[in-house]
């Protein structure tokens, strides 16, 4: 299992806008073949930062069932016009214990 993790920055002004954007694309991610689960949290202290989280079954999931396709195209069309900048992805891996 692979995490996810995007830090994405909204235009002040959208944040509700976004929100409801992110509504209507949520379905888009979920439904991607090797998407495990989906998580969106939005900042306390900046309310116009949102934290994605998404479980993958492996980066390879992420980047050919997702990315590479038109899914990735309905997504960004949604939620992009409310970026204020591109946002920060990277992908983490349990650290065993």
Not at 11 to 39: D, K, N, W
Not at 41 to 54: M, Q, Y
Request: glycine share 4%; charged share 20%.
């Amino acid at each position: 299992m692979v995490l996810e993790v995007a830090l994405i920055d909204v235009l002040p002004g959208h944040e509700e806008a976004f929100a409801a954007a992110y509504t209507q694309a949520r379905p888009v991610l979920a439904s991607t073949p090797g998407c495990r689960s989906v998580r969106m949290t939005r900042g306390i202290e900046s309310p116009s930062r949102f934290v994605l989280i998404v479980e993958w079954d492996s980066v390879e999931a992420h980047d050919e069932n997702f990315r590479a396709t038109e899914r990735f195209t309905q997504w960004r069309a949604l939620i992009g016009p409310h970026f204020a900048n591109p946002p920060v992805v990277e992908h983490f891996t349990d650290v065993a214990v």
